[in-house]
């Protein structure tokens, strides 16, 4: 991602991009997940950070996103730490799209209208942010990034005092970025 785009990103500018970037509150949520479990951003926060996708089931970025989130998930997930992945479509497309590409952290569909979705002024998907516990967002990151994610792996490998492990493995030709 080219510099100037970044700055946009960070002064709140580029409006091809979400209006939430780091350093802004991440506006909360209550959304039933899959599981039947209710996932509010307040609740999640108490135990710690929270790492939330925005996605659509059809779109082939967040396909080829989410088994790195995933990896992610594996390796971070737990220990005051939550994943959760926000759907833009119904339940039953989302479980599919669960199975179809190995995601077992929770999943939600946001509502009709998509409210959850709007507060964040997504403009495209993915769209991934790490929310602190204090509710500021650290990473604001828009289709795939590898450098953003490899930023989420490093500040949560952090939090849980361990070396980051890698999260591409040298076999795979994963490209810098790919818009959503």
Same mark, same amino acid.
């Given at each position: 991602m080219g510099i100037l785009r970044r700055l946009s990103r960070w002064m709140g500018t580029d409006d091809e991009m979400t209006h939430i970037v780091a350093g802004n509150i991440a506006p909360g949520?209550? +959304?039933?997940?899959?599981?039947?479990?209710?996932?509010?951003?307040?609740? +999640?926060?108490?135990?710690? @950070?929270?790492?939330?996708?925005? /996605?659509?089931?059809?779109? @082939?970025?967040?396909?080829?996103?989410?088994p790195? +989130?995933?990896?992610?998930?594996?390796?971070?997930?737990?220990?005051?730490?939550? /994943?959760?992945?926000?759907?833009?479509?119904?339940a039953s497309s989302t479980k599919e799209f669960a199975v179809e590409y190995g995601v077992t952290f929770p999943m939600a569909p946001d509502e009709k209208g998509y409210p959850v979705s709007n507060a964040y002024g997504l403009?495209?998907? @993915?769209?991934?942010?790490?929310?602190?516990?204090?509710?500021?967002?650290?990473?604001?990151?828009?289709?795939?990034?590898?450098?953003?994610?490899?930023?989420?792996?490093?500040? +949560?490998?952090?939090?849980?005092?361990i070396a980051p492990a890698a999260l591409f493995r040298p076999d795979e030709n994963v490209p810098a970025n790919k818009p959503g």
């Open positions: 949520f209550s +959304l039933k997940g899959l599981d039947g479990k209710a996932y509010s951003l307040g609740a +999640l926060l108490e135990r710690g @950070p929270v790492v939330a996708t925005f /996605f659509k089931i059809s779109c @082939p970025v967040c396909q080829f996103t989410f790195f +989130l995933e990896r992610l998930y594996k390796r971070y997930g737990g220990n005051g730490v939550t /994943f959760v992945g926000i759907s833009q479509d119904d403009t495209n998907v @993915p769209t991934i942010f790490l929310i602190e516990a204090d509710g500021t967002v650290r990473v604001s990151s828009n289709g795939f990034d590898k450098k953003d994610l490899e930023t989420i792996a490093r500040e +949560l490998a952090e939090r849980r005092k």
